[in-house]
């Protein structure tokens, strides 16, 4: 114990004099492919903030600057704010729109802000927790029974509810689809479901809400994601669920790839993010 705490002083000591911290970058859909990888240890210097850190990263994998302003970073797992500190050891996210959530910009947009996909960012450490015990957020690689998830939500004090069923079409402007591929940065997905949960709550009178969403490779007609909302009453429910249907589109990292008959294409969202959120 005393040899590992030593240990552990020796090399905070050397990071310091050195003036460099060494962090986990991790790139997810089609900015992964923009780089070749999906997981390098990348050397910062100095105090580095999250837009110091992105930049670095810019300039280190130029095909990311092909998304422009609409590049969104996470710092452990939390959408950030670009005067976050970047510390040694932190887990870095760098990853295009998610699905549903912005047009992609032109490659002369100008520099790329941290994006935080207008979510306040360094959400609290219980985000996981749901507002109460029925409430669930899930991503899974198994199938999803719509009926079973919708049951869920069912209380004798409510008087609705309401589910959504999202499943893989086969055509889309005109391009026949084979299949649909999911992928997730998971622990992310978690936090930010949880948070629409808790923030459904809050803006809806609900009693419960359940959001469940696959990933891997979904053959047409395959449930993609379930939504289901119980209320007293149906106005409610169905304003809640459209609501976090909206917003699981614009700020939940999960990401989808269209593969046609033709190529294939990540789809990168309908609306334009909001990069220089400010809490």
């Known amino acids: ?51 110091t850190a992105l930049a670095e990263l810019l ?23 670009t005067d976050r500190e ?4 932190d887990e870095l996210a760098v990853f295009p729109p998610v699905s549903g ?34 409430d669930f957020f899930e991503v899974t690689t198994n199938p999803i029974d719509v009926g079973s998830v919708a049951r869920r939500v069912v209380v004798p004090e409510c008087g609705a509810t309401v589910t959504l069923d999202g499943y893989a079409r086969e055509w889309t402007n005109g391009r026949r689809t084979l ?21 459904a709550h809050e803006r809806f009178g609900i009693a419960h809400v359940g959001i469940v969403h696959r990933t891997g490779r979904l053959e047409i007609g395959e449930t993609s994601v379930v939504i289901a909302v119980s209320a007293p009453h149906r106005r409610a429910a169905f304003e809640a669920c459209e609501w976090a249907i909206r917003e699981l589109k614009r700020t939940v ?22 990069t220089d959120h400010q809490s």
């Open 86 to 89: 970047v510390r040694d050891g």
């Open 59 to 81: 300039e280190e994998f130029p095909g990311l600057k092909r998304f422009g302003r609409s590049l969104l970073f996470a710092v452990n797992q939390e959408y950030a704010a």
């Open 179 to 199: 299949y649909l591929d999911y992928e997730a940065y998971a622990p992310m997905a978690m936090r930010e479901l949880a948070r629409l949960g808790r923030e």
């Open 253 to 274: 990292p999960i990401w989808k790839k269209e593969v046609f008959e033709d190529g294939e294409v990540w789809v990168e969202g309908e609306g334009q993010v909001n």
């Open 101 to 134: 959530g912005a047009d992609e910009a032109p490659e002369n947009a100008g520099p790329v802000n941290t994006g935080t996909a207008g979510v306040s960012p360094a959400s609290t450490s219980n985000a996981t927790l749901s507002p109460n015990k029925r």
């Open 1 to 51: 114990m005393v040899l590992t705490s030593l240990h552990a002083r020796a090399t905070t000591l050397a990071e310091n004099s050195n003036n460099e911290i060494t962090v986990t970058v991790l790139f997810f859909g089609a900015a992964r492919d923009a780089v070749g990888q999906g997981e390098v240890n990348f050397v910062l210097k100095g105090r580095p903030t999250a837009a």
